[in-house]
């Protein structure tokens, strides 16, 4: 299990120059079922760690680019009418993936947003009474901006518990961004990144730390932490 761990690990720091920490969160989040939130300003590796994570674990990578004008049938799918069957089929949305892109979340609309709850909650798609499972792993890294306000949409409550960690890349160092310069010189693409582990050992991966055993005294600090935010007076709203 560490052996597979650090060779997704390896294999992102082949594109993600500097950013061991951060990968290693996403990785948390991924491996424990969540879904992450990368709030940064743009040119940092946001959507590059997305792609390189897809690449990694051999899965499908779906982009979506939030606007205003974006429909929750633009996320979710919607059924169109075939003339020739003359039967509604259904026209899947970038939801049925592997590694889904939200990227600019905060784009769209509360309503278009709200399209990602019960998929980023329930593992499936519901559209005109019929629900539809996605495929597994199914992981969500969205982005947002922090320092742009205007044209966006605050996520609500509701959404923001859909993610298990909230994290900032960070721009890269001195040494570092000599190496990416390095790195671009020498020609190396994404294109170069290959497939370290296989779905199958990420859904095993998975399967093992939902069985890691977690002490009691353990299970009760982390119930005591939950309650204290509820009772914190500079806390507006607890866990």
Known sequence: MRQLIE?????????IVGKADAIR??????LAGGHALLEDVPGVGKTLLAKSLARS??????????????????????????????????LAGPVFTNILLADEINRATPRTQSALLEVMEEQQVTVDGVSRRVAQPFFVIATQN??????????????????????????????????MLQRHQEGMALSDLSRCISIEELLELRRLCSQVKVETSLQQYIIDLIRASRNHEQVTLGV
């Open 7 to 15: 060779q997704l690990t390896e294999n992102l720091g082949q594109t």
């Open 57 to 90: 674990i051999d899965g499908k990578f779906q982009r979506i680019q939030c606007t205003p004008d974006l429909l929750p049938t633009d996320i979710t799918g919607t059924n169109i009418w075939n003339p020739q069957s003359r039967e509604f089929e259904f």
């Open 146 to 179: 922090p320092v742009e306000y205007q044209g966006t949409f605050r996520l609500p409550e509701a959404q923001m518990d859909r993610f298990i960690l909230s994290l900032s890349l960070g721009y890269p160092t001195h040494s570092e961004e000599l190496q």
């Open 25 to 30: 969160l996403v990785l948390v989040a991924l």
